[in-house]
């Protein structure tokens, strides 16, 4: 495969074309095959996999083994689809992650989005979270765009102090991660203000029930976001449909 035709160049391109992208968070193979029906984007959510895989919270359980095997399910029924693997901190160390962003690539995702928590992690969108030295996170992000060859690269702070959002974002653009996103934002401003001051386009985490707004395609659009990512459409439609099965039963 020539490297214009990698998953990885294939998704930078799609984010540059289309302005926005939205990726749809998807829980097992099942899920996906059905949102890929709608989608050509998906999202190997975390969170969804947690309770699919465990029915636990998205407080660390995964492995990333684990989610190698997912990704590698997932492509076998969509060959042609973006696939954005959300790996948490990279499962700990610098070496493991550059290690679990080799067997990605290799297995066939586009992107991956990195966070700069500390262990024991937290969803981004729920309170107690625990952030990591911005040398440590830093060095980390570099040793993983140095080891990708063309895998799309989220950098992802779960920062809340302003000040601090706008030291990282600027960092994380000038280390070269493809895009940036903040997490667990409760308004728009910060993207406003960030994302006409990098060049790199910003992500938005859209999860429902989370502390960030409801927004339109158009809304993030303007604000400045190139990737929408919809963490839990596919797993929060199961539940209700599932339970109003069992009592129709």
Known sequence: MSADQSPG??????VLERGILPCIGVYDVFSASLAGRHFDSLFVSGFGFA???YGLPDVGFITWSEIVNFVQRIRTVLPEHHLLVDIDDGYCD????CHVVSVLEASGASGVVLEDQKRPRRCGHFDGKQI???DEYLAKLRMVLAT???LFV???TDSTDVDDIERRVL?????GADAILVDGLKSLDTVRALSSRVAQPFGFNQIAGGKSPVCTLSELRDAGVGIVIYSTPCLFAAQPAIEDAMLAL
Not at 9 to 14: P, V
Not at 171 to 175: G, H, I, K, R, V
């Open 9 to 14: 160049s294939r998704m930078r391109r799609a």
């Open 51 to 53: 309770a699919s895989h």
């Open 94 to 97: 610098a070496e493991v992650a």
């Open 132 to 134: 990591m030295e911005l």
């Open 148 to 150: 990708r060859r063309d």
């Open 154 to 156: 989220i950098a992802r």
């Open 171 to 175: 960092a994380f653009a000038e280390a």
